[in-house]
């Protein structure tokens, strides 16, 4: 069974304090893994989407990056603005999404 | 701008109603999903379809049925609505079956509240 495990649940920062989250995943194949944010009330927004071991993508004061067995994405000097909850999903060979519970960054001015 | 459009953000039902929630994408996309969203268990597939009238179980189908009449229309049934059922539900569509590109599209979801 897919297997998708974020940390920490929860990450308190200070403005301009860069941090990593920190997606674990195990599937059978995987066809691509995906990046989310979600804000409270709203359905999750699509961030990246990375295929291999050893891709990066980046976007404002994000970055992901993936190997065979997890992936982290980056926040660099965040802002307010930042805080939302982050969701780590993987799609395999069923081609269905398999998705983590998230991380909820607070981003403090 | 594409979009998913659930037809309810809040919804209040009484236990053992029958309740129905919408889901309508302007994309042409060839598969829907249905998932509900709870606190540390993340989202979880109840029911998805890759074609019209084509329907497929998730991973929480009991207690759930859909319907796909239409390619852009995917609806959600709770055939007896159950406390343990309280839940965000979220409904998402996709290009086609292999295109992981841009992933899923997300509503802005339902939050039933079943009493």
């Known amino acids: 069974e897919d297997q998708v495990t974020q940390s920490p649940e929860a990450l308190r920062l200070q403005e301009g304090e860069s941090s990593s989250l920190n997606c674990s995943y195990t599937?059978?194949?995987?066809?691509?893994l995906f990046w989310y944010r979600q804000d409270p009330g709203k359905g999750p927004e699509f961030l990246f989407t990375?295929?291999?071991a050893g891709e990066e993508k980046e976007k404002e004061r994000l970055k992901a990056t993936l190997t065979k067995k997890e992936s982290f994405l980056h926040i660099t000097a965040p802002k307010p603005e930042d805080s939302a909850t982050y969701l780590c999903?993987?799609?395999?060979?069923?081609?269905?999404?398999?998705f983590g519970a998230g991380t909820t960054v607070t981003v403090r001015a | 701008d594409v979009k998913v459009t659930q037809s309810s953000r809040y919804l209040v039902k009484r236990t053992g109603e029958k309740v129905f929630l919408e889901c309508v994408q302007d994309m042409d996309h060839e598969n829907m999903f249905w998932y509900r969203q709870d606190p540390g268990l993340g989202l979880r597939l109840i029911y998805f379809?890759?074609?019209?009238?084509?329907?497929e179980k998730g991973d929480i189908p009991e207690g759930y049925s859909v319907s796909r009449e239409k390619k852009e229309r995917f609806s959600l049934i709770l055939e007896s609505a159950s406390t343990n059922q309280t839940s965000m539900y979220l409904c998402?569509?996709?290009?086609?079956?292999?295109?992981?590109?841009?992933?899923?599209?997300f509503g802005s979801g339902t939050r039933l509240t079943v009493v």
């Open positions: 599937v059978s194949g995987l066809r691509g």
């Open positions: 379809s890759y074609d019209v009238k084509m329907k």
């Open positions: 998402a569509s996709s290009s086609t079956r292999t295109d992981v590109s841009y992933g899923y599209t």
């Open positions: 990375l295929y291999s």
């Open positions: 999903a993987v799609q395999a060979d069923d081609y269905k999404l398999s």
